[in-house]
């Protein structure tokens, strides 16, 4: 069964560092989108990006993120200079083109790079 | 108000009880609907997605009342191995790059 992969499952970095965090989704899939989790807490859109563009953006997607696709199978999240608040569990999930609602609405999930920022 | 609400649980239940979890949503333009699974440090996986009409899968039934924005899960016959916390999530838009808002999950636990 086709799944999103995540690289790498853990990373641990020093505040203000620059981060990367990459992502290979399903293969025919159309929309990508990052999430995170701080620990204890509930799962928070930060970003979807469809056409080479982002999509949507939440408030928490400040300047201090982005996100790229650099050739037709990765997909990065970036943060420039990691502060302590930024330490989470980080999603990617991709999902099918389609217009109806149903399986092709459906997100699928990577198993999550955890981030922790000393 | 938070967008998606449930009860944080725990719920701790005797094997082949049957539970019930509960989410409202107070987004009215909300158009999909889904029950995920996750278990402790990991990614979410999509149980069932929620209709209008119900649906039913095995021993999980699911059930939307979108005049009242409320959503439902049953668990029938509980298994050791459904102990997880059950994610309410909804969306917007179908066919749209639109984002899941997730609940804070409901934490079941299934005993011996």
């Known amino acids: 069964e086709p799944e999103v992969t995540q690289t790498p499952s853990h990373q641990v970095t020093q505040m203000g560092q620059e981060v990367i965090l990459r992502c290979v989704p399903i293969?025919?899939?159309?929309?990508f989108y990052w999430y995170r989790q701080i620990l204890g807490q509930k799962v928070e859109f930060l970003v979807s990006?469809?056409?080479?563009?982002?999509?949507?953006k939440s408030e928490i997607f400040d300047d201090q993120f982005s996100v790229e696709r650099p050739d037709g199978s990765n997909f990065t999240l970036k943060i420039r200079s990691t502060k302590l608040e930024d330490s989470a569990m980080y999603f990617c999930?991709?999902?099918?083109?389609?217009?109806?609602?149903?399986?092709?609405?459906?997100?699928?999930f990577g198993p999550g790079t955890r981030l922790t920022v000393l | 108000r938070k967008e998606v609400e449930q009860d944080p649980g725990p719920f701790n239940v005797p094997e082949g009880a049957t539970v019930a979890f509960n989410c409202t949503y107070s987004?009215?333009?909300?158009?999909?609907f889904f029950w995920y699974r996750q278990d402790c440090r990991k990614e979410p996986k999509l149980l069932m997605s929620?209709?209008?009409s119900g649906n039913e899968d095995g021993r999980f039934t699911a059930q939307l009342n979108r005049a009242s924005q409320y959503i439902s899960l049953l668990i029938r016959d509980s298994k050791l191995s459904d102990s997880a916390t059950y994610l309410c999530?909804?969306?917007?838009?179908?066919?749209?790059?639109?984002?899941?808002?997730f609940g804070t999950g409901t934490r079941l636990q299934v005993t011996l």
């Open positions: 999930a991709s999902r099918a083109f389609g217009r109806a609602a149903g399986p092709t609405d459906t997100q699928y």
């Open positions: 293969s025919n899939h159309l929309y």
């Open positions: 990006f469809y056409n080479n563009e982002i999509s949507e």
């Open positions: 987004n009215s333009a909300s158009q999909s």
């Open positions: 929620v209709y209008s």
């Open positions: 999530v909804v969306t917007r838009g179908a066919g749209t790059a639109s984002k899941l808002t």
